[in-house]
């Protein structure tokens, strides 16, 4: 009987000029991951860090939104590009590089290779921590980074909708199967509060921590549907960088000082 041939083994490549890589996924779309991760990054970067972010979808870029930038990347040799800075954050996004109303009709080698030039043609700098804003789905964008990029880390953000949480316990089991650790869960727009003091489970309750107690994850925390969140994210000025001690921003850093114990 012959044997199985041994799995195929990836060589993982840092990113170079940073210390660890973080993803920030969500499998589902719409489950507000995209404002999670930037203002996941700046609570970072409250507690010390110097962070870059990375927006590494490519149909959907929502970085130049996010922090209010359009500014094209600088080239100094005509290969390897300059990350834009803002914030004092070093950003990379498609965005940048191409009008917002392109429309990016690409086929799956075509992402793989911007993906390619964003992480190892992108000359970040003394970065502590770069933060990864992937697209929805388990495509070509995850499995790139999870078999070619040395990856230190992802979270999972999700609503409690029973919906979405059938596209996050595919992605936790892409992650594990791949081989990339999972820090943890969190539950985004969690609840609402009303001017009566109330809390209203709008999208239900408990389906996040539960999905990660089922999978053996840290749940991570509840992040609450918050005008002033939606606001800051309108207006490219993330909460946790322009009001640090808004009661949001103090949510993000309980969870971003649990990422940094998992890294430091």
């Not at 109303?101 to 290779?113: E, H």
Request: with cysteine; glycine share 8%; charged share 25%.
């Amino acid at each position: 009987m012959s044997k199985k041939p041994p799995p195929k083994q990836f060589i993982k490549t840092p990113i170079n000029g940073t210390k660890f890589t973080l993803l920030v996924s969500s499998a589902k779309g719409g489950v507000g991951k995209s404002t999670v991760a930037v203002n996941l990054a700046f609570a970072l970067q409250n507690l010390g860090l110097k962070i870059g972010i990375l927006d590494a979808d490519v149909y959907g870029p929502s970085l130049p939104k996010l922090i209010n930038l359009n500014e094209k990347p600088k080239t100094e040799d005509g290969k390897a590009m300059m990350p834009v800075e803002k914030f004092n954050a070093q950003c990379m996004s498609m965005g940048f590089l191409v009008d917002e109303q392109t429309p990016m009709i690409w086929r799956g080698p075509m992402v793989i290779s911007a993906i390619k030039t964003m992480t190892q043609k992108v000359l970040w700098k003394e970065r502590d921590i770069i933060i990864i804003d992937m697209p929805p789905g388990t495509g070509d964008t995850q499995l790139t980074f999870a078999q070619e990029v040395k990856v230190d880390g992802a979270i999972i953000v999700s609503t409690p909708q029973d919906l979405a949480l059938l596209d996050v316990k595919r992605g936790i089991q892409m992650f594990d199967k791949t081989g990339v650790k999972i820090l943890g869960l969190i539950d985004n727009m969690s609840f609402f509060k009303g001017d009566d003091g109330k809390e209203y489970k709008i999208f239900g309750e408990g389906g996040v921590e539960k999905t990660a107690k089922e999978f053996n994850k840290e749940f991570l925390g509840h992040i609450p549907l918050n005008q002033d969140l939606r606001n800051s994210a309108d207006i490219g000025e993330p909460l946790t960088h322009s009001q640090p001690d808004h009661e949001v921003s103090k949510i993000f850093k309980s969870v971003a000082e649990k990422i940094k114990l998992s890294f430091l």
